[in-house]
């Protein structure tokens, strides 16, 4: 199972349709890197990727 945090994800503002969404409605980009490691990306305030507003979670914990 997933334990209690799918509820709080099925229940909330995160899913639209079956896509996970960021703060301002655009969808994640989740990049996997191999062996239970990603790097997620939200598209930021202009909800457009590949710009500098954009918020990056590195596979390592750490942001850009």
């Known amino acids: 199972?997933?334990?209690d945090w799918s509820s709080?994800?099925?229940s909330s503002d995160l899913?639209?349709?079956d896509q996970l969404i960021?703060?301002?409605g655009?969808?994640?980009f989740i990049h996997a890197l191999g062996a239970n490691r990603y790097d997620v990306r939200s598209a930021g305030p202009d909800r457009?990727?590949?710009t500098d507003d954009d918020i990056q979670r590195n596979a390592d914990g750490?942001?850009?």
Do not use: A, E, I, N
């Open 1 to 3: 199972t997933y334990g």
């Open 26 to 28: 655009t969808p994640l």
């Open 48 to 50: 457009q990727l590949w």
């Open 8 to 10: 709080d994800v099925c």
């Open 62 to 64: 750490s942001f850009r």
């Open 15 to 17: 899913l639209k349709g």
């Open 22 to 24: 960021d703060r301002w």
